[in-house]
């Protein structure tokens, strides 16, 4: 006995394609869903409950930047001035896009009511310039050859408004302030390991020295300096 069987039609692109749009359907909902949560907790709540906190008393201080006990600069990534830079007795920063224009390469104080990189490139020549004058503007000013002036003296943080520094930089300023100050470096080299901080849970980051922290010990130590 023989048996036939008849060919199934072949389905039509519009068949085929229709069960496709209706997953996609299906899926988009869930995802604009979760965009509009995300949009609102992220975008809106998660905002205002933080600044709602920094308002609560004994904390809006903190938040907003706290002022030095000179007076003359806010805890929060200000590179100090000195009052005359042929006797400069502070630890710097790393440079700023925040720093005013007449600052060198943005070596200066920054503007601690905005934040924010340069966004160049690495492959920019304004960046390479600038990276270039800044090393040669900071050997002069501690008296060291330009390749030991490390990398982040001469690159600027995201931010720009980062007090912290590495401890090679710190450490390059260590003769120099203590010259200014007319401390020794011994004790100079104490506060850098008191200001410094080391890595997340033993293992992320690098070690950091905060030069908010740093200075303002500096100042306890030589009271008066300008």
């Not at 924010?116 to 060291?144: H, M, W, Y």
């Not at 007090?163 to 100050?181: E, F, G, K, N």
């Amino acid at each position: 006995m023989t048996t036939t069987i008849e060919n199934a039609p072949e389905p039509t692109e519009e068949a085929t394609r229709t069960p496709v749009l209706r997953s996609l359907v299906r899926q988009l909902g869930p995802a604009l869903r979760l965009v509009l949560v995300a949009t609102v907790v992220l975008g809106l709540v998660y905002p205002a409950v933080v600044w709602g906190i920094s308002r609560v008393p004994g904390l809006s201080g903190h938040a907003e930047g706290s002022v030095s006990a000179s007076g003359s600069s806010s805890l929060i990534g200000i590179d100090p001035v000195p009052a005359n830079p042929g006797a400069d007795p502070w630890f710097h920063l790393r440079p700023s896009a925040s720093a005013p224009e007449t600052a060198t390469a943005g070596l200066g104080p920054a503007d601690p009511s905005t934040s924010g990189g340069s966004n160049l490139a690495t492959t920019a020549d304004k960046l390479a310039q600038a990276v270039a004058e800044r090393r040669s503007v900071i050997a002069g000013r501690e008296g060291v050859a330009p390749a030991a002036v490390p990398d982040d003296a001469v690159t600027a943080s995201a931010s720009g408004v980062d007090p912290d520094i590495s401890p090679d930089y710190a450490a390059l300023q260590v003769p120099r302030v203590a010259r200014v100050t007319g401390l020794p470096e011994a004790q100079v080299r104490a506060l850098v390991a008191e200001a410094t901080d080391g890595r997340v849970l033993g293992v992320l980051g690098e070690p950091t020295v905060n030069t908010s922290e740093l200075n303002a010990a500096l100042l306890v130590a030589r009271p008066g300096l300008r």
